[in-house]
């Protein structure tokens, strides 16, 4: 089967710095996808890995270990604009996206 | 710019009522992809086009529908919403659908009332 597991629900403080992480089991890999979705919004593009290591973009940073099935985004500097779900997505052999349930992340001042 | 539109942004409907949800995108992607998601869940794919060949996700119900016209366009019909039906539904885009780095542009979504 397929399966994604992402933490529900995450607290941070603005400032500082925040792991979401994504660990899964899926039928196939074919990269990793991450997005952020604020409330009643749609969900935006944030980052993509296939090969193992760490992608730095800006503020957010994303991790792979293929043979963990395990991902990580890295947010820095936590802004309040920050607060939002961050989904994480695996393409899988067939090229569908399977989608995690996603981490409501929280930033209090 | 170029971009994923969707109308409405809300839609009340009455139990049993059929309705149609409307997606058009500017971009020229050949996939468009309709997604159910209700709260605090992931996003649940029902169903998307490759150009013209439409792909049926095989857990969707009969009751949903789509059309896709033309490449600009795509529809997604309703034919007797439950209440179990209410929830956000997400129109996205690919350039193509077979390749790795496949980057999903989506739309604002609507979101659905059953009354």
């Known amino acids: 089967g397929q399966n994604i597991d992402q933490p529900t629900e995450m607290t941070a403080t603005e400032g500082a710095i925040v792991q979401i992480n994504c660990t899964y089991q899926t039928s196939g890999f074919n990269g990793l996808f991450w997005y952020q979705q604020h409330a009643g919004e749609a969900p935006t593009f944030l980052s993509y890995?296939?090969l193992d290591g760490l992608e730095e973009k800006g503020r957010f940073s994303s991790f792979l270990s293929r043979s963990k099935g395990y991902s990580y985004l890295l947010l820095k500097e936590l802004q309040m604009k920050d607060s939002a779900s961050y989904l994480c997505g695996i393409m899988d052999s067939n090229y569908q996206l399977i989608w995690g349930a996603g981490t409501k992340l929280i930033i209090k001042p | 710019d170029a971009m994923v539109i969707q109308n409405p942004r809300y839609q009340v409907t009455q139990f049993g009522k059929p309705v149609t949800l409307s997606c058009s995108q500017t971009?020229?992607?050949?996939?468009m992809y309709w997604y159910q998601q209700k709260s605090s869940q992931a996003p649940k794919l029902l169903f998307h086009?490759?150009?013209?060949?439409?792909?049926n996700e095989a857990d969707t119900p009969d009751n949903f529908q789509s059309r896709r016209p033309n490449t600009s366009f795509c529809f997604l019909d309703i034919r007797s919403p439950g209440l179990g039906d209410a929830a956000m539904y997400l129109c996205a885009t690919s350039e193509e659908g077979d390749s790795a780095k496949n980057i999903q542009y989506f739309g604002a979504g609507t979101r659905l009332s059953v009354l």
């Open positions: 890995n296939v």
């Open positions: 086009y490759y150009d013209k060949d439409f792909n």
């Open positions: 971009l020229n992607h050949n996939v």
